[in-house]
């Protein structure tokens, strides 16, 4: 079957060398609609919308441009904000960003983590059975009535100064037409309890800041492939609900709209099968800081031949052809490592299908 013309999804990268199609076996992919010269720049992606940097990683990988200097601690660091930068004008960058909402956001989040001990926070456990559709939609239905009563709490701080940045405990009264009773108050309190996975909440916080800041983003992640059971397992499905209350307790007021059920799990079946590691540039990236998503980057498949390289340049991904390409072969990236590209194709298949959950078919794991 030869591969069908696809109306352009939303965010889709364009460009006079290729297009995007529709394939029979890998969903869409990117075609070279001519003859491509070896290290041609075929597109950059600047279009970063949500990522997290894990926290390992926060004082030794700059908050903006993702700068590294061999561990050493940055010389910027922002305790409230729990970011560290290489420049003051990296710090200038990302508060222009995020705006003074986000920074508000970040920094109530921020003040939660750090109530944390390292053991409390939540730790996931990779290797446990994926939680099925089923079993996601029952998890994220029994967040439902806590999330009314946070809400209802939180609308009842509304006229407190006091409460408006940060972890609220609201007084006695009547939020948005509902009487704010000690149940709701309650249900706060016992959200703020329950145990914490830092990377989860700064991951999801940065996509709802993102897309408040640019509501044009929302239906660029809406096109990207997307995962039904995107949830390593059972901890990992718990600590995004988890990360709902957290989120719905702490946060501003004015981003509490965006911060629903359906808003975070999108994020997360988009994440899952787009997200690209944010790496070291050295040593074939063998320091992992972190991951993020850009959607227009998102459109290229994998081959364990590639014939386009990727490059990270701060934070905007280059990609170039990595050999001369011919009119109509598709353009592939690795979605593999430095050292996992050079195991044997057992173990390669077994990467792609555990981490991305596809067989992969590409020419070299065919024998083409
Ligand atoms: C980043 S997306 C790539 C674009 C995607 N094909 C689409 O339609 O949006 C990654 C997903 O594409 C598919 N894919 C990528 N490379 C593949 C391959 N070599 N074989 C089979 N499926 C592949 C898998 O479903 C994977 O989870």
Same mark, same amino acid.
């Given at each position: ?15 006079? =060398?290729?297009? $995007?199609?529709?394939? #029979? ?8 609609? *001519?003859?491509?010269? /070896?290290?041609? !720049? ?31 601690? !940055? ?9 560290? +930068?290489?420049? &003051? ?11 003074? !909402? ?11 983590? *750090?109530?944390?001990?390292?053991? %409390? ?5 990779? %290797?446990? &059975?994926?939680?099925?559709? *089923? ?14 009563? $946070?809400?209802? @709490? ?8 006091? /409460? ?21 108050? *309650? @249900? ?6 329950? &145990? ?8 999801? !916080? ?7 800041? /640019?509501?044009?983003?929302? #239906?660029?992640?809406?096109?990207? @492939? ?24 702490? =946060? &501003? ?10 808003? $975070? ?8 099968? /787009? ?13 992992? +800081? ?18 386009? @390289? ?22 592939? $990236? ?17 990467? =792609? ?16």
């Amino acid at each position: 079957m030869s591969p069908t013309t696809t109306t352009l999804p939303t965010g889709a990268p364009t460009s006079p =060398l290729f297009e $995007i199609r529709e394939t #029979p076996h890998s969903g869409r992919a990117v075609f070279a609609t *001519k003859d491509i010269p /070896n290290d041609t !720049l075929l597109w950059r992606s600047t279009d970063l919308t949500l990522d997290v940097l894990l926290r390992e990683y926060r004082r030794e990988v700059c908050g903006e441009c993702f700068a590294y200097d061999h561990g050493r601690d !940055l010389p910027i660091r922002d305790q409230s904000l729990g970011f560290a +930068f290489c420049t &003051p004008s990296c710090l200038e960058t990302w508060k222009s960003r995020n705006g003074p !909402l986000g920074i508000q956001a970040w920094t109530a989040v921020e003040k939660l983590v *750090k109530k944390r001990s390292k053991e %409390d926070s939540e730790m996931v456990s990779p %290797d446990l &059975p994926r939680p099925s559709t *089923k079993r996601i939609a029952e998890a994220w239905d029994t967040t439902t009535t806590a999330a009314s009563l $946070i809400r209802v @709490a939180r609308a009842a701080d509304r006229d407190s100064p006091a /409460n408006q940045a940060g972890v609220a405990v609201p007084v006695d009264h009547d939020g948005g037409g509902v009487k704010c009773t000690k149940q709701h108050r *309650k @249900a706060v309190q016992k959200a703020l309890l329950q &145990p914490l996975n830092p990377d989860i909440i700064s991951f999801v !916080l940065s996509g709802i800041l993102h897309t408040y800041h /640019n509501p044009s983003a929302w #239906p660029c992640i809406l096109a990207l @492939a997307s995962d039904d059971t995107p949830y390593s397992s059972a901890d990992d499905l718990a600590a995004y609900t988890r990360t709902y209350l957290h989120l719905l307790a702490v =946060l &501003p007021l004015p981003l509490l709209p965006h911060v629903t059920a359906e808003s $975070i799990r999108l994020l997360g079946s988009r994440d899952s099968h /787009n997200s690209f590691g944010i790496r070291s540039l050295e040593d074939e990236g063998a320091e992992f +800081f972190g991951y993020g998503c850009w959607p227009s980057a998102s459109y290229f498949n994998h081959s364990c031949a590639p014939s386009v @390289a990727k490059r990270r340049d701060g934070r905007v991904w280059e990609f170039r052809s990595a050999r001369d390409v011919k009119e109509g072969e598709e353009l592939c $990236i690795t979605y593999l490592s430095g050292e996992e590209r050079r195991l044997s194709r057992g173990k390669r298949v077994g990467i =792609l299908k555990r981490n991305w959950g596809f067989d992969c078919a590409c020419d070299r794991c065919e024998g083409v």
